[in-house]
């Protein structure tokens, strides 16, 4: 899932500069519209580890608890923690150019 969310936040930013924008405007244009379908991808797959957690037994209760820390912790890392290491290479720079 991790993956998955950065794929979408880099395939936005690529939508965003191949219609010309600049580059900190494509960055943040790309994780603007990419929050909202990862968040709909994972707020699904939290839902699927409740109904495991309601009706599972056991090690399928633990299963629904590790999958959603996981599923929490990649949603906070793709979000906050790859936006902080982008901003923190070009925040503040003027680049004409952004190789993705």
């Known amino acids: 899932m991790a993956v998955d969310a ?8 690529r939508e965003e500069l191949r219609i010309g924008n600049t580059p900190q405007a494509s960055i943040h244009a790309g994780y603007a519209k990419a929050l909202e379908t990862i968040a709909d991808a994972n707020i699904t797959t939290l839902i699927a ?5 309601i ?4 090690p399928i209760k633990g ?13 906070f890392t793709a979000i906050m923690g790859t936006r902080a ?4 290479f070009v925040g503040g720079r003027r680049i004409k150019t952004l190789s993705i």
């Open 6 to 13: 950065n794929v979408l936040i880099f395939e936005r930013i």
């Open 49 to 53: 580890a409740i109904v495991l957690f």
């Open 55 to 58: 009706f599972g037994t056991g």
């Open 63 to 75: 299963f629904a608890i590790t999958l959603s820390i996981g599923i929490v912790t990649s949603m």
């Open 85 to 88: 290491v982008v901003n923190l």
